[in-house]
């Protein structure tokens, strides 16, 4: 049965993009085979830099998990600082790194031109996910089109290894896109919590309302005939709507006579149908945090073991102990 594996770093509140580049996906996956997904909070210490701010985005991503329909019966979940083993074997995969491999990754340079202090943790970021990714002994990595790069290095880094120790200590793993890769932000940018251009997922109605009329658009007017595939709000659309909807409304775009003004209504009562039953769960998961704990303990219990499987067999394929 293949292993499922991916982690969403809790460094902001969620948004669609998350939900329909990865949480979707993840949800979806959790019937096809073992499940397993982790809030990355060693990866958030890159940005996130007061204590109770993490502790807070971590609570909040384990219930943005659950709301949107995380099964933890079915899937493993757990936060990513309960399994230090991870940290042991990023150095290990360190040792066989090339710089000029890690030199090579868009999101850091992507995230140092924006303004993030270019550390040293920063720079091994990939490394650690590596360490995420092989101590699972993870076939499948379900992420988003961000972090396909990273999942090449994780490829990369593990061949590295294995031929380096002449044994097969690691899975080769594959990653896998779902259907909405690249979900524009409001600014038609990739919606990202660090680039301030989001749709939150658990946000208030009247927010998400606000956010969505403030979509950027070009300046044609209503009875111009549009293209819907240059349209931020279409595109949004198409990711809630069902596939007859979304046909129907690109006819529209395309007629002329469609303003955006009520593309964005049509676009908010979509969203909006979509996240009231996640704010609904989130308000219950909310309301007991000791459950939602015992479940990250659960997670972390079962990842751990097989953490620490993959590692000693690391350490014996390199010679440690
Ligand atoms: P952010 O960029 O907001 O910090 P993360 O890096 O924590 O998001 O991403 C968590 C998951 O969500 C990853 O699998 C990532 O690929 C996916 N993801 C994030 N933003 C988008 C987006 N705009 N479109 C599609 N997938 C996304
Ligand atoms: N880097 C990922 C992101 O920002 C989060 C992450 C950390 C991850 N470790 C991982 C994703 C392992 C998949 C597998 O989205």
Not at 109 to 128: E, H, M, N, R
Not at 178 to 202: C, F, H, Q, R
Request: aromatic share 10%; glycine share 6%; charged share 25%.
């Amino acid at each position: 049965m293949f292993r499922y594996l991916s982690g969403i770093q809790p460094s902001g509140n969620l948004h669609l993009g998350n939900y329909f580049g990865a949480i979707r996906e993840h949800v979806r996956l959790q019937e096809k085979g073992d499940s397993y997904y982790f809030i990355a909070d060693y990866h958030a210490l890159t940005t996130v830099r007061d204590a109770e701010q993490l502790r807070h985005f971590t609570r909040e991503t384990a219930v943005t998990y659950l709301a949107c329909g995380l099964d933890p019966e079915r899937s493993t979940l757990f936060r990513q600082s309960d399994v230090p083993e991870v940290c042991e074997l990023m150095w290990l995969l360190l040792t066989v790194t090339p710089m000029s491999l890690l030199e090579k990754a868009h999101s850091f340079k992507d995230k140092t031109a924006k303004g993030i202090s270019p550390d040293a943790g920063l720079f091994s970021y990939p490394v650690l996910m590596a360490a995420d990714i092989l101590a699972q002994g993870s076939h499948i990595v379900p992420v988003g089109k961000d972090q396909k790069q990273h999942v090449e290095m994780t490829r990369d880094i593990a061949q590295k290894f294995n031929q380096t120790y002449n044994q097969p200590v690691f899975v080769i793993p594959d990653i896998v896109m779902g259907t909405a890769p690249y979900v524009p932000g409001v600014d038609g940018e990739k919606m990202s919590k660090s680039y301030k251009n989001t749709l939150e997922i658990l946000g208030e109605a009247k927010t998400l309302e606000k956010a969505v009329m403030g979509i950027k658009t070009d300046s044609l007017p209503p009875e111009a005939p549009k293209d819907p595939e240059q349209s931020t709000i279409f595109k949004l659309y198409s990711l809630a709507a069902t596939p007859e909807e979304t046909d129907a409304l690109a006819a529209r775009y395309r007629a002329g006579g469609l303003g955006y003004g009520h593309a964005k209504k049509e676009l908010f009562a979509k969203l909006d149908a979509l996240c009231v039953p996640f704010r609904e769960r989130a308000a219950y998961w909310r309301a007991d945090p000791h459950r939602v704990e015992t479940i990250l303990q659960k997670g972390a219990a079962k990842a751990r073991e097989n953490a620490r499987f993959i590692l000693n067999n690391a350490r014996r394929a390199c010679g440690l102990g």
